[in-house]
């Protein structure tokens, strides 16, 4: 069968986005709550208090939008559908003018020579089925599959490119475990059970993408390395290993979880939760997969004198752990590490054969160094340098895992436009084009011009 993804002989360009941080219009023609505009209201639940109801308006303003992506001569444009745009309660009903939407999104792309590739969850679960347990409910990964379908019969004559899911590590356990993330339910080991029904709603909808003649269907994953601190902390590292890692990719290379896994998760040994067959779908159901990297991971064994890192309680049953994070370090407060990157794609192409997209890799700085008059009088522009370096270096880490013999086809930059940054609110920008916060204007930074020139020159 005719595969449509990157053949490899070069490394792709791309850009990435998600529609609850980008779209705005969080009420119109149709669309749903989902958990993001429900959990976005609660005092303190982001950095700044606010939520994406607006955020860049790239509902009204996609054409805009794509003009950027192709002004970087970005072949690929990664965008996710709203769930809750296209099933405002998330089953039943089809919004007809959701659909509307993205068709003339995908359109537009192909209009620039862009080719979409469109990921069907992006964390924004319509709220009517987190009302009815959400992803600790197996109801919800067969109604994700309804729906997955129903996009497919709109888009799929031109969308060619799939991704079930984007970290759904995210979704289960900074949702369901920590409370960091929609819907903020801090519940421990419950991050098991929602991403075993994450795993099966891949599964399930994978299937159905595959009989509907699909045959580049992937799912993107937030891998990440883990480098003991020290000699002690080596077991733990494996523990976080597990729950991180081994937990999305064993079931899709073996159709079961590792003893390791089920040693720190025994909730997943619960037949009533992972049922027979249910693994067995997920197996070989990827044709590609992604990977979203940002740092490495350095553990310790929990240290009173080190901050606690947030993201601890997202690993449920884990040896209690700190996180020891060196410089350089983004505004994140993230660890710039490049070879995290080329380590990562090497190992995760041993350990699965797929062909792999870095389908997010980027980073948050302040943005405050400002040059004058670069596009005539009174204008500005970002310079941000710092960025650039981060790109740089990890653009070199994944040709390096390619020469290395990973099987990496694709880079796409996090993120085209800053944006509303989750739990972070407004307060972190990602970016290589500045948002005005006042009138939304877009300004591409010094970044979007260097990724444009290399990606010009690489695919010269």
Not at 75 to 99: C, H, N
Not at 204 to 215: D, I, K, N, P
Not at 395 to 422: K, Q, S
Request: contains cysteine; proline residues 6%.
């Amino acid at each position: 069968m005719t595969s449509h993804l990157p053949d490899g002989s070069t490394l792709a360009f791309g850009a990435a986005t998600a529609a609850y941080q980008i779209e705005g219009a969080h009420t119109e023609d149709g669309r749903g709550p989902s958990i993001w505009d429900t959990f976005a209201l609660q005092p303190g639940a982001t950095r700044d208090g606010r939520d994406g109801s607006v955020a860049c308006d790239s509902y009204h303003r996609f054409e805009e939008d794509l003009d950027l992506v192709a002004g970087l001569h970005a072949g690929w444009y990664r965008f996710s559908v709203a769930w809750p745009r296209i099933m405002p309660t998330g089953t039943g009903a089809v919004e007809t003018r959701g659909l509307d939407y993205y068709d003339r999104l995908v359109d537009a792309a192909l209009a620039r020579g862009v080719q979409p590739t469109a990921t069907l969850y992006h964390w924004d679960l319509p709220q009517a089925l987190e009302d009815g347990g959400g992803w600790l409910e197996r109801s919800t990964a067969e109604a994700f599959a309804d729906y997955a379908m129903v996009v497919h019969e709109r888009l799929g004559d031109r969308v060619k490119v799939w991704a079930t899911h984007n970290e759904p590590w995210c979704a289960a356990y900074l949702g369901y475990s920590a409370g960091i993330h929609a819907p903020g339910r801090k519940e421990g080991v419950a991050g098991h059970r929602a991403a075993h029904h994450l795993n099966l709603a891949h599964g399930l909808a994978a299937a159905r993408l595959h009989e509907a003649g699909v045959t580049d269907v992937g799912i993107v994953h937030n891998l990440a390395p883990f480098w003991p601190e020290t000699p002690e902390a080596a077991g733990a590292a494996d523990e976080l290993d597990a729950v991180r890692n081994r937990i999305w990719l064993d079931p899709l290379i073996d159709g079961a979880y590792d003893e390791g896994l089920l040693r720190v998760a025994p909730e997943l040994a619960d037949p009533e939760l992972v049922r027979d067959g249910d693994l067995a779908l997920v197996r070989d159901s990827a044709d590609w997969l992604g990977v979203n990297y940002y740092t490495p991971f350095r553990p310790t064994l929990a240290d009173p004198n080190l901050t606690v890192h947030p993201e601890v309680e997202a690993y449920p049953g884990v040896t209690p752990v700190s996180f020891v994070v060196r410089e350089p370090r983004t505004d994140i407060g993230w660890e710039v590490d490049g070879s995290g990157l080329e380590q990562l794609l090497v190992d995760t192409h041993k350990r699965t054969g797929l062909p792999i997209i870095v389908t997010e890799n980027g980073a948050a700085y302040p943005d405050d160094t400002l040059v004058e008059g670069v596009a005539g009088p009174g204008s500005t522009m970002v310079d941000d340098q710092d960025r650039i370096g981060y790109l740089r270096d990890h653009i070199a880490a994944t040709e390096a895992a390619r020469a290395a013999g990973a099987d990496v086809r694709g880079y796409i930059v996090w993120t085209l436009l800053d944006n509303f940054e989750w739990a972070e609110g407004y307060t972190k920008t990602f970016g290589v084009v500045h948002i005005d916060p006042q009138d939304l204007t877009r300004t591409p930074k010094a970044s979007y011009h260097w990724l444009a020139e290399h990606i010009g020159s690489a695919s010269s």
